[in-house]
């Protein structure tokens, strides 16, 4: 066994390397900054493009346009970045276009604290789109899930088309951590599917048994359309209202049905009456407090979910179906809480958290758990 | 060759708007180049110009308003051979200022068309950048209060090497196009034209007027010479190809047994300067020579050479869990402002904490064992103190052995930093 040290920023981006991403377009924003150094180093010597956008607003348009291209992409910025993505996360999303997007985030609200942590982002990257359709939401605990969701991150933006996000956190990002590359597990690499041979390319037609358009990259022998204006199949504009609606189902359902694929998570002691369910870097104090309440014999069990976005619904019903109590930790003033409240009707839901920049002690979990 | 013009889907321009007659010419345009659809691609934003790409039988993407330069940037880079032509209006021109600006800097080989009237058609005649201060629109007074931006002086100023003005009447205007798209890099037509649908119901405008206005401008046609130079992504391309590959993560293989079992904090106080980070790093590089888990949390202010620095060190024989620290068994205390930073640390620390501290600072009382060292008295740069304070406790084999601390040295410095290192190592150890 050979460790390395790095951080999870870094491990991100050897992780987007490894999963072929070959663009990368950022601006530099603490707590993100060391991604886009970390690609700047690594992919133009392989042939890749890294850039630095005059904005937010451009380093995304850039990897739109490369995408549509045909190249893997993906950018980094926190959760001021993340404003000024919205609008072409919109388009992103609802014009099919693969992306890997990082938000590694800081205390807010607004320019907040740069170089403190929080996790109060995780609403606003399922909301934050105009039309409130779905995406997907990785969260890393620590930098070993930065290296294997961000390749998980690039085989969903590929399959499902869609704009992919890694919730990180400077506790996370900019945290060095001993980290043993060679002994984490790969998945099969994921590119986004072209037409069977002898099937015509239309840009967002959905052949039968399929959720996705096949993709075929602006600039081949094929000509592509693509279009941020509601759509037709043939990516023209369209006012048709039943081709609208039967779109707008799609794009949520091409995820929603399909989130039990992707449902990642870590789970320990599950049959306790008390669960914790938590996400990011308080996992790991999550960990500690629940070894801590099993050595004083009060075991409790402990959900940690690492897709946020579409809700694992199934997988939190599932792992909570002991528990009559369940306390949700969350680095913010309570988010995702509700959803778990809405999952686990009839269960009681708890929510302790905190946002001023330090971490959530393994000892204030034990109390949020014991004194609730 | 054939027209590239989509002739299910003919324009839909208001009657004498001139967007039908740049239409005609960038398809002429096209033809005269021998360019088939898959050799072009045409992006365009919002607006009665974000139409085009429909009007064409190309590649197309149509984007977000002032947007359409970014996408092309994205498109062209990883498409090089493609010709890219974005179609922009004055509005697009406005909101997308910054990217009109970067592209100019940065010379991509993009052609940009933007269909200047003066006004937003689509939605209601606003003020936009162009339009002049005495003109009728749909913004009441406002437009009377700004100056119209001549954004062909703004893309010279910028750096944009090919900067064409004209009107979109003149005879030979795909001739114009297809000199602009020829151009290998960032090229600009600021096409005049008239906006029958909004404008000219309140302005009178001609192709007349258009040309006299335009013959009291500094002519602009084509070739900015003092902008030449190599456009961005063959430099881009020759500059990535002379770049080093990336040196992989370093590996550390466990060569070392470790000095304790179980998990170990150490937390560095001091400030910018000190190399408080670097002295983590190589506290952490050592832990990986014995096999240890690691962790180092920092934390610091947005300055740079100013304010305190934090360096929080785990290591341990067991996954780290939490990468915070309580309870240290080791504090090195070496600025009073990182002291300060973490006063509320020395609360909960006993007789089985160890602080390291340099004289002269003022620790909040605790029961910790303190041993002070003078490292500035022995000759040791203030840069040096948190590695120096290190050597201390390899001294001890607390937290780490000498042997982990040099395996750390080489795995992180080279040449003559790497025997600076070790310099320091042997002064401290034979001095302190």
């Known amino acids: 066994m050979a460790l390395s040290f790095m951080e999870g920023n870094e491990a991100i981006a050897w992780g987007a390397l490894e999963a072929g991403c070959r663009f990368f377009a950022g601006y530099p924003i603490t707590p993100a900054t060391t991604i886009l150094n970390t690609m700047l180093k690594i992919l133009p010597p392989k042939g890749g493009i890294c850039l630095q956008g005059e904005d937010e607003i451009a380093s995304i348009g850039f990897c739109l346009g490369a995408s549509m291209a045909g190249m893997k992409a993906m950018t980094a910025t926190s959760g001021p970045g993340i404003s000024l993505y919205s609008e072409q996360i919109s388009f992103a999303v609802g014009s099919e276009i693969p992306i890997v997007i990082v938000d590694v985030q800081r205390l807010g609200p607004s320019t907040g604290s740069a170089t403190r942590g929080a996790d109060g982002d995780i609403n606003f990257l399922r909301w934050g789109n105009s039309g409130g359709l779905p995406v997907i939401v990785l969260t890393p605990a620590d930098v070993n899930d930065c290296f294997y969701l961000t390749l998980q991150a690039f085989n969903l933006a590929e399959e499902f088309r869609c704009p992919v996000f890694i919730a990180s956190n400077k506790e996370v990002g900019m945290t060095r951590e001993s980290i043993d590359l060679a002994a984490i597990e790969r998945p099969a690499i994921i590119d986004r599917t072209p037409p069977p ?97 099993k050595n004083e014999g009060r075991p409790v069990s402990l959900l940690v979910l690492k897709t946020l976005w579409p809700v694992p619904v199934n997988l939190i019903q599932k792992k909570a179906q002991k528990a009559s109590r369940v306390v949700v930790i969350e680095m913010n003033l309570g988010q995702y809480v509700n959803e778990i409240t809405r999952v686990l009707a009839g269960k009681r839901v708890d929510f302790y958290g905190q946002m001023d920049g330090r971490l959530i002690t393994p000892k204030q979990i034990k109390e949020a758990v014991v004194n609730g | 060759m054939d027209s590239l013009l989509n002739k299910d889907r003919p324009p839909v321009f208001c009657p004498g708007c001139s967007h039908k007659r740049i239409t005609t010419a960038l398809d002429k345009a096209f033809r005269n180049m021998g360019l088939k659809g898959n050799e072009v ?86 003020f936009s950048a162009t339009t002049p201060p005495d003109a009728q629109v749909g913004s009441r007074f406002l437009n009377q209060l700004e100056r119209p931006l001549d954004v062909c002086q703004v893309a010279r100023s910028a750096g944009a090497p090919y900067v064409t003005r004209c009107s979109s009447y003149r005879k030979d205007l795909a001739a114009i196009i297809e000199q602009a798209i020829r151009f290998e890099g960032f090229s600009i037509i600021d096409m005049w034209g008239i906006c029958p649908g909004r404008y000219t119901r ?81 506290l952490c590089l050592a832990g990986l020579s014995a096999g240890l888990k690691a962790t180092q949390k920092n934390d610091y202010n947005i300055t740079v050479l100013r304010g305190p620095s934090i360096s929080e060190l785990v290591l341990s024989t067991e ?69 120096a304070a290190l050597v201390i406790l390899a001294k001890s084999n607390t937290v780490l052995t000498l042997q982990m601390l040099n395996a750390a040295l080489e795995a992180r410095f080279s040449d003559k930093s790497l025997s600076a290192a070790k310099d320091l190592v042997e002064k401290v150890k034979d001095s302190l």
């Open chain 2, 202 to 282: 309140s302005n009178k405008l001609t192709p007349k007027m258009i040309e006299a206005s335009l013959g009291q401008l500094p002519p602009l046609e084509g070739v900015v010479a003092e902008n030449a130079r190599p456009e961005y992504g063959r430099r881009y391309r020759e500059l990535a190809a002379r770049q080093h590959p990336a040196a992989e993560p370093v590996k550390i293989e466990k060569k070392f047994d470790p000095p304790q079992i179980g998990r170990r904090e150490v937390t560095l106080l001091g400030s910018a300067g000190q190399r408080i980070l670097t002295a983590g790093e190589i």
């Open chain 1, 197 to 293: 041979s002898g099937e015509a390319f239309v840009p967002f037609k959905i052949s039968a048994g399929r959720t996705v358009p096949y993709f075929q990259p602006i600039g081949d022998t094929v000509l592509v359309r693509q279009t941020s204006s509601t759509h037709g199949p043939e990516g023209y504009i369209t006012i048709d209202p039943d081709q609208i609606a039967a779109n707008q189902n799609r794009l949520m359902r091409k995820l929603h049905t399909a989130v039990d694929r992707f449902s990642f998570f870590d789970s320990y002691l599950e049959n306790s009456d008390t669960m914790i369910l938590t996400y990011g870097v308080t996992t790991r104090a999550a960990q500690v407090a629940a070894d801590v309440l």
């Open chain 2, 319 to 387: 996954e780290i869990g939490f990468t915070g620290i309580d309870k240290p068994d080791v504090i090195i205390a070496l600025s009073q402002e990182g002291i300060d930073r973490r006063k509320s640390l020395f609360g909960s620390i006993d007789q089985d904490t160890l602080i390291i501290q340099i004289p002269g600072v003022t620790l909040p009382p605790s029961q910790a064992t303190i041993h002070t060292v003078n490292f500035k008295s022995s000759g040791i740069r203030s840069s040096d103190w948190a590695t």
């Open chain 2, 41 to 126: 691609g045409i992006v365009s934003d919002i607006g009665c110009s974000g139409l085009f790409d429909t009007f064409f039988h190309t590649h197309a993407l149509h984007g977000l308003h002032g947007r359409a330069l970014t996408y092309a940037a994205g498109i062209k880079l990883a498409r090089p051979e493609l010709k890219v032509v974005v179609t922009m209006g004055d509005g697009g021109q406005g909101i997308g200022g910054a990217h009109l600006l970067a592209a100019c800097r940065r010379n991509l080989d993009l052609t940009l068309l933007i269909l200047n009237n003066f006004n937003f058609g689509m939605t209601g005649g606003q």
